[in-house]
C-alpha cells in the first residue's frame, strides 16, 4: 500500500515529506518546498518523498548539522553556583557569604589548601548548592566562613545546621534567617557535612590577610570515605542541539521554579527544576536555550505562560553568556568585561 500523499501545486507530497516541511520555518519552507519540487521535477517524478526533501536540504546548504555529544561536565563540583574551583583535591572550601568582591581576591590569591572559593546569597538553596558540592567532594574537610552576613544569614544557617541538623519540615534548626529550608538535602548529605567539616568561623571579616593566615593554619585531614550527591532526573542534551519575563523565580507556576546557572564545565547551561515545596526534582543540560526550553516544555516543567516568558529570557541571557565568555548570575544584567 502506497504512502498517502497530499498534492501542492502541480506535485503531490507524501505525508512524511510534508510533516518535516512544515516544521521549518516559513521562510525556509518555502524555499525547501521550491527546490524539493524542482530536482523531482528534474527526475521525471510526480511524488515528493522524505529522501526528496532531504536532498533539497543537502543541495541548498540547509542540511541540519551533524549532532554532537553531550558536553562532559567534570565529576566536581557537581552543581552550579557563584565559586571559582581553585584544587578540587584540596581540603578547604572558603564561603564569603555576601562579598562578591572578596571572592575574586580570594581566588586569585590562588591559595594551595583551597579546593573552591565561593559566595551565597540565600539561606535555603544558597545553603543546599554549598553543602551539595562539600559533601559530594571527599577531600573537602574544612570550611571557612569570611565575609559579610546579608540579611538571608547564611553563614549563620551554615553553623546551625552543622550544629543542629533540620526539623521535620527541613527547617534548619536554630537559625534565625527568614526562611531556612533545605528539602532538598537528604538526610545522608546532613550527616556527612556535620561529620565531616570543620568550620571555621570568619564572619564580618572581608580583610585578606586574616583569612590568608586562617588558612594557611588550616588542617590537612585525610579525604572522607563517603560523598552524596543528588539523584534527580537528568536531560542532557546533545551540543549545538535545536529545539524551541515576566515575573520571576519565584513564579506561581503550579509545576514550581527554575534555578538557572552556568555548569561546572563553563561550556553548559543547567536549569534546575524545584516543586512548590522546595525540593529539587529534575535538571536539563545543554547549551542552546531553545534546545532547554523545549525540553522543558516537553517534561511538563512549565505551567504558566508568565513564568515561560522570564525562563526564556533567562535562558537567552545564559547562552549569550556562554559564547560570549561573561559571567552570568539569573536576575542579573549581564555585564560587559569593561563594566565589571
Not at 567534570?74 to 578547604?92: H, K
Not at 534565625?176 to 564572619?203: G, H, N
Not at 588550616?218 to 570515605?225: I, L, Q
Request: charged share 25%.
Amino acid at each position: 500500500m502506497e504512502p498517502p500523499v497530499s498534492v501542492i501545486g502541480a506535485l503531490a507530497w507524501e505525508s512524511d515529506a510534508l510533516r518535516a516541511l512544515e516544521q521549518e520555518t516559513i521562510y525556509l519552507r518555502e524555499r525547501l518546498r521550491a527546490r524539493a519540487e524542482a530536482l523531482v521535477a528534474e527526475a521525471g517524478r510526480q511524488r515528493v518523498t522524505l529522501a526528496d526533501l532531504d536532498r533539497a536540504r543537502r543541495t541548498s546548504g540547509h542540511a541540519p548539522a551533524p549532532a554532537l555529544p553531550a558536553i562532559e561536565e567534570p565529576p566536581w563540583p557537581v552543581t552550579f553556583g557563584s565559586y571559582r574551583v581553585l584544587d578540587p583535591a584540596a581540603p578547604v572550601a572558603i564561603c564569603t557569604l555576601a562579598s562578591e568582591a572578596l571572592t575574586a581576591a580570594l581566588a586569585e590569591a590562588r591559595l594551595g589548601k583551597v579546593a573552591i572559593v565561593g559566595r551565597a546569597f540565600t539561606e535555603n538553596f544558597g545553603v543546599e548548592k554549598v553543602v551539595t558540592n562539600l559533601v559530594a567532594n571527599p577531600h573537602i574537610r574544612v570550611l571557612v566562613l569570611c565575609g559579610v552576613e546579608s540579611r538571608h544569614k547564611v553563614g549563620e544557617t551554615l553553623l546551625a545546621l552543622h550544629a543542629s541538623g533540620v526539623d521535620d519540615a527541613g527547617r534548619v534548626v536554630g537559625s534565625t534567617s527568614p526562611l531556612p529550608i533545605v528539602r532538598s538535602l537528604a538526610p545522608e548529605a546532613i550527616r556527612i557535612y556535620q561529620a565531616k567539616l570543620q568550620i571555621i568561623d570568619l564572619r564580618g571579616e572581608d580583610q585578606l590577610q586574616p583569612i590568608l593566615q586562617a588558612v594557611a593554619g588550616c588542617p590537612a585531614p585525610e579525604p572522607w570515605p563517603e560523598q552524596w550527591m543528588p539523584q534527580v532526573p537528568v536531560v542532557r542534551l546533545p551540543a549545538g542541539g535545536s529545539g524551541a519575563g515576566m515575573g520571576g523565580r519565584f513564579s506561581p507556576d503550579p509545576t514550581g521554579l527554575f534555578l538557572i546557572g552556568i555548569g561546572p564545565s563553563g561550556r553548559t547551561i543547567h536549569a534546575e527544576h524545584y516543586t512548590r515545596e522546595g525540593v529539587l526534582d529534575a535538571k536539563v543540560i545543554g547549551d542552546r536555550a531553545e534546545a532547554i526550553a523545549r525540553a522543558i516544555a516537553d517534561h511538563g516543567l512549565v505551567g504558566d505562560v508568565r513564568h515561560a516568558l522570564y525562563l526564556g529570557r533567562e535562558l537567552q541571557k545564559a547562552e549569550l553568556a556562554l559564547r560570549l565568555g561573561l559571567e552570568y548570575e539569573q536576575d542579573r544584567d549581564l555585564a560587559l568585561p569593561e563594566q565589571r
